[in-house]
């Protein structure tokens, strides 16, 4: 897939702008600090998965002072067929939120995947050592652009959560019925069970070549894994799902004095196990970003394959923190797909992608006397 042009209005720090991304496959965003480069790739994550990588709200999203955003792009696929895609949302005179596809209004989550995409950001560097939440984001922003299904049961499930959260404070404070909790617990087995197993599915498939991949780029670890963290041992649907509605009754006390929910996939956890141990205990930092780039790489293909187009590749100021071995890998990796990568001085080895300056709401094509 290619992005062939991109607008945004009242998105974050831009009023109105519009690129053309049509010529070249390897685009470079370059700009100072807070200049909007982030911004940016943020609207293209909304696009393709209907959520911002970042998890921000959507009233974060709309320029601030303002009560909408709109997020429009151009597509053509790899087989030569134009699409356009477009998102609205607005929290005034009510909140709401409209997805388009060749100007056919449709729910937001039908357009998930339509542009797919794969992210890298910079808190992905410390991918093994950092916040579950970003491990388990990582596996849930694939999936949704995957799996229709996938996409309902986690809105379902993070819906539910929320109600049964503010049930749990409710009957701390005395103003709620334990018996009220049976109904949410239900659906928070019943979808909860799917999220589990297609994390627990897409794992075996990353796992699949995941050895291979890292000894590719130069490590040759033994009997490499990728172990998933949870409570439970089940892995049919219906076992996952009478498990974890068990679950949450046992572990009710517990949630009620806590307040909120403390079992189930928005809980889960995963790790590569190399040998036995895990790789965020032994590895050095250079061998976690080689892992971590393996990961990206699993990620690319996962998505070419399952999507039948090539992904296009998000790098948020993550490049010049890469060695350069690792630099030229990644580059020689995604010849063919377009990338578009966001840093503040750009490196040597970028100089002939087509250079863009982000700064003060205006992204523009850099003239070669002005690169920095
Ligand atoms: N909703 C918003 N409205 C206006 N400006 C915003 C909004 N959200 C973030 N910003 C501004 O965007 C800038 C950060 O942009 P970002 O894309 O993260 O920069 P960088 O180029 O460093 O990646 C900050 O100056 C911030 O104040
Ligand atoms: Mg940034």
Redesign the pocket.
């Known amino acids: 897939m290619r992005l062939r042009s991109l607008t945004l209005q009242q998105?974050?720090?831009y009023t109105s702008l519009a690129c053309s991304f049509a010529e070249g496959d390897l685009h470079v965003l370059q700009?100072?600090?807070?200049?909007?480069?982030?911004?940016?790739?943020?609207a293209l994550s909304i696009l393709s998965s209907g959520r911002s990588f970042l998890g921000a709200e959507e009233d974060?999203?709309?320029?601030?002072?303002?009560d909408h955003y709109r997020l429009q792009a151009s597509l053509l696929s790899d087989a030569g067929e134009e699409k356009n895609i477009e998102i609205v949302s607005q929290r005034l005179p009510r909140r709401a939120r409209a997805g388009f596809l060749n100007d056919v209004r449709m729910p937001i989550g039908r357009l998930n995947g339509v542009l797919p995409s794969v992210v890298f950001l910079p808190q992905d560097l410390e991918l093994f050592t950092g916040s579950p939440a970003r491990r388990r984001d990582l596996l849930n922003d694939l999936l949704v652009q995957v799996s229709p299904e996938f996409t309902l049961s986690l809105a379902a499930y993070q819906k539910v959560l929320k109600q049964r959260n503010t049930l749990l404070r409710r009957i701390r404070e005395g103003t709620g019925r334990i018996q009220d909790l049976e109904v949410w617990e239900e659906a928070l087995a019943r979808e909860g069970a799917v999220i589990t197993l297609a994390h627990l599915e897409l794992l075996k498939v990353l796992q699949c070549t995941l050895e291979e991949e890292l000894s590719s780029l130069g490590e040759t670890w033994r009997a490499v894994q990728i172990a998933y963290d949870r409570h439970g041992q089940a892995n049919t649907r219906e076992g996952i799902a009478s498990e974890l509605a068990h679950d949450l009754l046992h572990f009710r006390e517990r949630d009620l004095i806590i307040g909120s929910t403390t079992i189930g996939p928005h809980r889960h956890d995963w790790r590569i196990d190399a040998d036995g141990r895990s790789l965020a205990t032994f590895a050095s930092r250079g061998q976690q970003r080689t892992a971590v780039l393996a990961l990206l790489f699993l990620q690319v293909s996962y998505m070419e394959v399952r999507r039948g187009e090539k992904p296009v590749i998000l790098l948020?100021?993550v490049f010049s923190e890469l060695d350069q071995v690792h630099q030229e890998r990644l580059m020689a990796s995604f010849l063919g797909h377009q990338v578009l990568l966001?840093t503040?001085h750009v490196p040597p080895l970028l100089s002939d992608a087509v250079l863009w300056s982000?700064g003060e709401g205006k992204v523009e094509r850099q003239e070669v006397g002005r690169r920095v």
Not at 35 to 42: I, M, R, S, W
Not at 60 to 66: E, I, K, S
């Open positions: 998105f974050r720090s700009g100072p600090n807070a200049a909007g480069k982030t911004n940016l790739l943020e974060d999203l709309m320029l601030w002072g303002h948020d100021d966001t503040t982000v």
